[in-house]
């Protein structure tokens, strides 16, 4: 074709991580905006348009339209979002911002989750405009805030505020997914299909107050502790969807494996923490309040526990919870956002698999369910189907899903200019 979609990649991924763009979850963060006017800057310099919006003063998101507006096909959202969550340097074995390479890795806050992507993208796209190699339909660039704490002030703000900018887009692609595993000595791609649905709730446990020192058989304390116990110990049933029986089905025939969901899964080794969250719900308990003196038992104690539930469980899930935790604690929604799952077929998938076989011939290809949330809740809003596809090949010892939110996050670069020919054929065929 005449140009080299990667030869970007790996700089543009450096710089990227260089720009602190931590979220804290508040507004202590320095923001987006820096990576927000790099982004704009790269597309404007081989002739692409952009436009930024602040949802809050520095809470940057860029959007860009690109390829072929006038055909008459359905849109493509391809996007990726500039905030990392943040790094404690001294855990580090290197700057989490200064994006050393080591040993074939580049490491850095971002390096998984995703500035990879946006420089996978942004060498991609620089390469074909300059090349005039423009995908033969519309394609909508998005590169957003805030997905490191729920899209509130990103994409959510984007599909509230700006609708018009995804008027006619149908599909979309974006993380966590396309990245390669081991099974059985043979390379299986993982593609997100889906997402688990985000139930976080706040658990109040009332009781009697009192003097420390006195009896006290109804201490809000102990039935909190109690009902987070049961809740802890409880074992939430195998339930796979469509995309996690694929991927079973997928295992199964790579190893031959017998026995239950669950334990084909062990195959994935290491892996297993993210990926066999998709068999079932599951609740962590991650926050607790209680009391405000050593010698008084408090009228009510607080937990916040994580809760994420499979598609098709939004209207059992809470009162399940409740059921488990007993009646001396209520069990209340705090922040709610909806599960996804999409068919595994179409265009969209084929041009997927068709990319990664193209470049990696012994590829084995499976759909899964993520377990976290992407801005991909957001675009579902708008009826737009959404697919994890990032890819990379990955070496068979790297424990990769690890490295999301993890102490020394890296990526080969190897991987990185392998996603962006990946990608790069992907638009050919998208």
Known sequence: MGYLPEAETLQICRDLIRIDTSNFGD???????????????????VGIE??????????????????????????????????????????????????????????????????????????????????????????LLVFTADEEAGGVKGAQWL?????????????????????????????????ESGEKGIAWMRLTALGTAGHGSMRNDDNPVVNLARG????????????????????????????????????????????????GAGLRNSTNATMLQAGYKHNVVPGEAVAYVDGRYLPGHAETFLPAVQEIVGDKILAEPHIADRALEYPFEGDLVDAMTVSLHRHDPEAHIAPFLMSGGTDAK?????????????????????????????????VPVDALEFGSRVFDTFLDLA
């Not at 507004?27 to 404007?44: F, I, M, Q, T």
């Not at 979309?172 to 593609?191: K, M």
């Not at 409880?234 to 334990?263: C, D, F, H, N």
């Open 50 to 139: 952009s436009q930024i919006y602040e949802s809050e003063p520095g809470r940057a998101s860029v959007l860009a339209r690109w390829g072929n507006q006038d055909s008459p096909r359905p849109g493509l959202v391809i996007h990726g979002h500039l905030d990392v969550v943040p790094a404690q340097a001294a855990d580090w074995s290197v700057d989490p911002f200064a994006a050393e390479i080591v040993d074939g890795y580049l490491y850095g806050r971002g390096a998984v989750d995703m500035k990879d992507f946006d420089a996978m993208l942004l060498s991609v796209v620089r390469a074909r405009q300059t090349a005039g190699q423009i995908p033969d339909r519309p394609i």
């Open 378 to 410: 957001s675009w579902d809003k708008l009826g737009i189907t959404s697919y994890g596809f990032t890819p990379l090949r990955l070496p068979g010892d790297l424990d990769f899903t690890a490295l999301f939110h993890g102490v020394d996050e890296r």
């Open 159 to 191: 599909v509230e505020h700006h609708r018009e900018w995804f008027e006619g887009y149908t599909e979309a692609i974006g993380e966590v997914g396309g990245f390669s595993t081991e099974i059985a000595g043979q390379r299986l791609y993982l593609i």
């Open 27 to 45: 507004d202590s963060g320095p923001g987006e905006r820096a990576a927000a006017e790099y982004v704009a800057a790269s597309l404007a310099e």
């Open 228 to 275: 987070l116990a049961a809740l802890g110990d409880y074992v939430w049933p195998e339930e796979p969807g469509p995309s996690m029986q694929a991927l079973i089905a997928k295992v199964r025939e790579l190893t031959g494996a017998e026995g239950s969901p669950a334990e084909v899964i062990e195959h994935f080794g290491p892996a297993v923490r993210m990926i």
